[in-house]
Nanobody
Framework: QVQLVESGGGSVEVGGSLRLSCVVSGRYFRINMMGWYRQAPGKQRELVATITTGDLAGYIDYVEGRFTDSRDNDKGEVYLQMDRLQPEDTGVYCC??????????????WGQGTQVTVDS
């Protein structure tokens, strides 16, 4: 069974940085799209960043230029470098992976999330 484990969250001051990691474990044929969602208190979950198999990254507008999404396909890992953090970046960040458990198959897997708190 494929599982995702996130790490790297924590509390930082405004303007600080954090680097989130998400490790994919288990048996699979291929990892396709990888992404990060943020769940802020009292708000709907929103997609923050994505990265394709070809390393093409996309971001929600308010993190553009501050966050950098990357992946290591050999290790089955995805990263989110977050710089110049703001209080509105606070929330639980979850890794979301679209993968192929076997040839011609697709499966979406979610991690448990890691808390990011930016203190004003």
């Amino acid at each position: 069974q494929v599982q995702l484990v996130e790490s790297g969250g924590g509390s930082v001051e405004v303007g600080g940085s954090l680097r989130l990691s998400c490790v994919v474990s288990g048996r699979y044929f291929r990892i396709n799209m990888m992404g990060w969602y943020r769940q802020a208190p009292g708000k709907q979950r929103e997609l923050v960043a994505t990265i394709t198999t070809g390393d093409l990254a996309g971001y929600i507008d308010y993190v553009e230029g501050r966050f950098t999404d990357s992946r290591d396909n050999d290790k089955g890992e995805v990263y989110l470098q977050m710089d110049r953090l703001q209080p509105e970046d606070t929330g639980v960040y979850c890794c979301d992976v679209d993968l192929s458990p076997g040839m011609g198959m697709t499966q979406e897997v979610w991690g448990q999330g890691t808390q990011v708190t930016v203190d004003s």
